[in-house]
């Protein structure tokens, strides 16, 4: 098993970035796929950015060009920046880490971990 923390969240305007961390402890951590989730109020989740064990990353249309995902191994930090954020950027974005990709050709997989979220607040 895996545990999940995630940090960095927080309110800023339009346009603005923030750095999301995800800290994890427990088993391997680079035998898992990981993912940022996020969920905003009254709508479903959805993937944001998923990076697998070799490094490959993959985004949502809504993030590309702005959202950035990356792991540091040794640390067993799960990052994901996020520049030019918009107000529907706002949500509660969670950490997921998974056996396999959470990204797949039909679409985002649920983790089999997850943290339990920082909130990204962005106002016009």
């Known amino acids: 098993q895996v545990q999940l923390v995630e940090s960095g969240g927080g309110s800023v305007q339009a346009g603005g970035s923030l750095r999301l961390s995800c800290a994890a402890s427990g088993d391997t951590y680079t035998d898992y796929c990981m993912a940022w989730f996020r969920q905003a109020p009254g709508k479903e989740r959805e993937g944001v950015a998923a990076?697998?064990?070799?490094?490959?990353?993959g985004y949502a249309e809504s993030v590309k060009g702005r959202f950035t995902i990356s792991r540091d191994n040794a640390k067993k930090i799960l990052f994901l920046q996020m520049n030019n954020l918009k107000p529907e950027d706002t949500a509660m974005y969670y950490c997921?880490?998974?056996?396999?990709?959470?990204?797949?050709?039909?679409?985002?997989?649920?983790?089999?971990?997850w943290g339990q979220g920082t909130q990204v607040t962005v106002s016009s």
């Open positions: 990076i697998d064990i070799a490094g490959s990353t």
């Open positions: 997921a880490a998974g056996y396999g990709p959470l990204l797949g050709p039909t679409g985002w997989i649920p983790g089999n971990y």
